[in-house]
Nanobody
Framework: QVQLVESGGGLVQAGGSLRLSCAAS????????MGWYRQAPGKQRELVAT???????NYADSVKGRFTISRDNAKNTVDLQMNPLQPEDTAVYYC?????????WGQGTQVTVSS
C-alpha cells in the first residue's frame, strides 16, 4: 500500500515562509513526476509546482519566483519552499506522485496566510 505523508502546513503572516514536505512510502516504483497542488475554498484544485525525476521543474505563474520545489529520488521525498507567502496562497496543499501506471495523492495540509 502506498502512502504519501505531508507535513509543514500552518498559519503564517503575509510575507512569511513555510516549507512543505512529502514522503512517499510503500510499494511505489518508477516515480516520474512529483509535485504539489492546492485547492482554495470554492475553487478547483490547481497545480502549484512539479518536478521530474531528472529535476525539470514547472511552476504556476502565480508562484514563480516565490516558491521552490525540490526532491530526493533516493528517499522518495518532495519539498516545497514557499516565500514570501501571500494571503491568496491560502489553501489545502496536496502532494502528488505520478508513476507510469497511476497517480497518488496525499491527504492534504492546510496553509493559511493572514494579511
Amino acid at each position: 500500500q502506498v502512502q504519501l505523508v505531508e507535513s509543514g502546513g500552518g498559519l503564517v503572516q503575509a510575507g512569511g515562509s513555510l516549507r512543505l514536505s512529502c514522503a512517499a512510502s510503500g510499494s511505489i516504483f518508477n516515480i516520474n513526476a512529483m509535485g504539489w497542488y492546492r485547492q482554495a475554498p470554492g475553487k478547483q484544485r490547481e497545480l502549484v509546482a512539479t518536478i521530474t525525476k531528472s529535476g525539470n521543474t514547472n511552476y504556476a505563474d502565480s508562484v514563480k519566483g516565490r516558491f521552490t520545489i525540490s526532491r530526493d529520488n533516493a528517499k522518495n521525498t518532495v519539498d516545497l519552499q514557499m516565500n514570501p507567502l501571500q494571503p491568496e496562497d491560502t489553501a489545502v496543499y496536496y502532494c502528488h506522485v505520478r508513476t507510469p501506471w497511476t497517480n497518488y495523492w496525499g491527504q492534504g495540509t492546510q496553509v493559511t496566510v493572514s494579511s
